[in-house]
């Protein structure tokens, strides 16, 4: 690690905050924090961060709003936190933009292996393809390596770093089955733990935005009991 990360904390809980920059501070993190929504996204989007980790209960705006108002100016990663054990919070999260979410129970070693992920998937480069510039076209699809977007009917899809590596391992699986582990790992670039069902969520998130019915899916198939697979619209069927 090259100590050079800064990271913001928008939290209303302060002693949280100071437990997570004692933790952070001597790994080479240069932390800060922030106690209300509007001070946060003030924040986030006024200064450079390596990444966000973004509480979804906060004073004055909540996690979910400020998600949203940030992505509509930034990439920057987010790595929410939630109290609730709700899985539908942790969905809209992801929906909105995300890149991960914790419970408030996490371990600061599952932290820190979180907020390296989302930093180092952020970072990631062009493959340096030959093809890179033309990019990948599946009828109304079309990702484009240079740039890392996705464009559906000619519209940009709004997708988050994960979202994208995602969709882009999918693709380049060429119809094969992936399964969570190898989704994970096309996305990493490293071999890391699959944490809780979190792809299955960015999947679903990733469907939402392109606007794919999981029982009658354009592209991206579920294969029960095994994982997902990447099929062009016009070669769907049901497997």
Not at 166 to 179: D, E, H, K, S, Y
Request: charged share 30%; glycine share 8%; proline share 3%.
């Amino acid at each position: 690690m090259d100590g050079s990360e800064r990271i913001l904390i928008i939290d209303d809980d302060e002693k949280l905050c100071r437990l997570i920059q004692e933790y952070l501070g001597p790994m080479g993190y240069e932390v800060e924090s922030v106690h209300t929504g509007t001070e946060g996204l003030q924040s986030a989007l006024e200064k450079d961060y390596h990444a966000v980790i973004l509480d979804v209960m906060l004073p004055e705006m909540d996690g979910f709003e400020v998600l949203k108002q940030l992505r509509a100016q930034s990439h920057v990663p987010v790595l929410m936190l939630t109290s609730r054990g709700d899985e539908t919070d942790r969905i809209v999260g992801l929906e909105i933009g995300a890149d991960d979410y914790l419970p408030k129970t996490f371990s600061t070693r599952e932290l820190l292996a979180r907020l390296r992920a989302v930093i180092r998937r952020s970072q990631m480069t062009p493959t340096g393809r030959e093809d890179a510039e033309e990019g990948l076209r599946f009828d109304s699809l079309k990702i484009d390596e240079g740039s890392h977007e996705a464009f559906l009917d000619e519209n940009r899809l709004d997708l988050t770093p994960i979202e994208y590596q995602i969709l882009m391992g999918l693709a380049r699986a060429g119809g094969r089955v992936l399964t969570r582990e190898q989704l994970l790992d096309s996305v990493t670039d490293r071999n890391f733990d699959v944490y809780d069902r979190s792809i299955d969520m960015h999947i679903s998130a990733l469907r939402g935005k392109l606007g794919d019915d999981p029982k009658n899916p354009r592209f991206i198939w579920t294969v029960r009991g095994v994982g997902y697979r990447f099929v062009k619209s016009s070669d769907n069927r049901s497997s």
